[in-house]
């Protein structure tokens, strides 16, 4: 909004979404539309274990491509996965990239794509809107096909590469975009009940921070957002106990793809940089960790009640709690009491994703990952550097604040 209060604002994302049970069977016909020949599809070694990529795989081969597989990929993919993934590209020839798998796959997909179109460097890309090129086009065509419904990763111009031993680095860049998504529920019916709840938590945090995004919140990223918390919040637990329902995984999915959509064009905040370092430094999945400290920075931001485009952040947490059905749910106060409600929507909301992540029996606090006390002042000075996501946050977070969140998470 411009300081005279009319609404502006730009909102990017991929131009075509396919989604339906068995979408993937029909990755010929979106590579022929790319006039993609041979494309490398980039995954991981769980997934071609599992078989999951196995009948998009023969769909192909029954048209008649010729599809090279990179599936070295891992969990937080050092600098060795991106440029190895580019040589083998280079080397065989390969004309378009499929980012098949979780967030991970889809990050290296992404680099893969630009770089194969770039006279520049990966460290030449990282930080944002450094991706430039003389080349048409910029990069060869994207197609992401997620496997979990988690990290939104399909629709964002985002990328995370593990530099060092705990250090990351981000590509954010509209380049980064695909050409197409396919969402197939069929393919996250197997996915684990721990996975699918980590990765659920992570979908739902990203919907919860765009929507509260101090900056570049704008009303389509809000509508994608509490749209995708309305999908998961009524799904998630069914999902993670009853993983072979269509409905609630293809919930899931959808909602997941939603909250991707929101976080691309209205950037996350605190709860992303405080988890950061969990992964970083004890390579904790990035679910997990966002889950941890998500209702510790819920309820710091609660206090004094700051503003976010005019709006206070417990009005905004009293839409959300709408959203996921609260009056349907037993929480802490009645809805007919305004006051009370919107003052204790910050404490409602902490509690709500604190008794969500215990029912999915997922770890509730730091010291149940062997964290101790000690390492809590390095966690945050790691926090401190992740100002690209403090900075969307809707109250200002110091060290002191970030050491109390860890505290409180302990």
Excluded: W
């Amino acid at each position: 909004m411009s300081d005279d209060g009319e609404i502006t604002f730009d909102f990017k994302t991929v131009p075509t979404i396919r989604f339906a049970n068995g979408a993937a069977l029909e990755l010929a016909e979106q590579l022929i539309a790319l006039k993609v020949k041979k494309p490398l599809i980039v995954s991981d070694a769980g997934i071609i274990k599992s078989g999951v990529l196995a009948p998009a795989l023969e769909a192909l081969t029954i048209a008649s491509f010729s599809a090279k597989i990179y599936s070295d990929v891992v969990a937080d993919p050092p600098e060795s996965n991106v440029l190895n993934a580019l040589e083998y590209a280079l080397s065989m020839g390969c004309d378009g990239v499929i980012g098949f798998g979780g967030g991970s796959s889809m990050d290296v997909a992404k680099l893969v794509a630009v770089l194969m179109s770039q006279e520049q460097s990966l460290q030449e890309i990282y930080g944002v809107d450094q991706v430039h090129s003389s080349r048409v086009p910029f990069r060869v065509p994207l197609i992401q096909i997620p496997t979990t419904a988690g990290t939104g990763s399909e629709a964002t111009g985002v990328a995370i590469v593990t530099t060092g031993e705990s250090s990351k680095a981000g590509v954010v860049s509209d380049r980064l975009l695909a050409d197409v998504i396919i969402l197939d529920p069929q393919l996250t019916l197997g996915l684990p009940a721990h996975i699918t709840a980590a990765t659920g938590i992570d979908a739902m945090v990203h919907a919860v921070e765009a929507f509260t995004s101090k900056r570049l919140k704008n009303p389509i990223s809000d509508m994608l957002a509490l749209k995708a918390l309305a999908l998961m919040s009524g799904s998630i637990q069914t999902a993670v106990k009853e993983g072979s329902n269509s409905e609630a995984r293809s919930n899931m999915l959808l909602g997941a793809m939603l909250a991707g959509q929101a976080f691309a064009n209205a950037p996350v905040g605190a709860v992303h940089a405080l988890a950061y370092p969990l992964g970083g430094t004890f390579h904790i999945p990035h679910g997990l960790s966002n889950s941890l400290v998500l209702p510790h920075v819920l309820r710091f931001n609660g206090v004094g009640n700051a503003m976010v485009k005019n709006s206070s952040i417990n009005d905004l947490y009293t839409q959300i709690l709408t959203a996921i059905g609260f009056s349907e749910r037993s929480l802490t106060f009645s809805a007919d009491d305004t006051d009370g409600f919107n003052s204790n929507a910050s404490e409602t909301l902490a509690d709500y994703f604190l008794n969500l992540a215990i029912d999915l029996g997922l770890p509730s606090r730091l010291q149940a990952l062997k964290i101790t006390m000690s390492d809590l002042p390095k966690l945050a000075q790691e926090a401190m550097l992740q100002q690209r996501l403090l900075i969307n946050n809707p109250r200002e977070v110091s060290y002191d604040d970030a050491l109390q969140i860890y505290q409180n998470a302990f």
